[in-house]
Nanobody, 114 residues
Framework: QVQLVESGGGLVQPGGSLRLSCAASGSSFSINHMAWYRQAPGKEREMVAFITSYGSRNYAESMKGRLTISRDNAKNTVYLQMNNLKPEDTAVYYC????????WGQGTQVTVSS
């Protein structure tokens, strides 16, 4: 069973940047497409970025141009660089396969506020 541990969130001012990390246990990481999701209070979880097992990337329209997703298969880790953050980006951010197939981790809280 793969376990996911997200980190790197925090409080940042509008226009700021954060780099999230997600470490996955297990040996099947490299063959899976991976994605970052987020869930804001009172809203459903949504995908914001994904990266295929061979490195192709795609992003949600609402965040396109402000995100970069990357992965290090040797470290079983996927990253999300977020720039020019806005208050509406405030949410708990999670990683998982795409489509999701493992138990969700605890997520990492991102709060964008002045």
């Amino acid at each position: 069973q793969v376990q996911l541990v997200e980190s790197g969130g925090g409080l940042v001012q509008p226009g700021g940047s954060l780099r999230l990390s997600c470490a996955a246990s297990g040996s099947s990481f490299s063959i899976n497409h991976m994605a970052w999701y987020r869930q804001a209070p009172g809203k459903e979880r949504e995908m914001v970025a994904f990266i295929t097992s061979y490195g192709s990337r795609n992003y949600a329209e609402s965040m396109k141009g402000r995100l970069t997703i990357s992965r290090d298969n040797a470290k079983n880790t996927v990253y999300l660089q977020m720039n020019n953050l806005k208050p509406e980006d405030t949410a708990v951010y999670y990683c998982n396969a795409r489509p999701p197939r493992w138990p969700w981790g605890q997520g990492t809280q991102v709060t964008v506020s002045s």
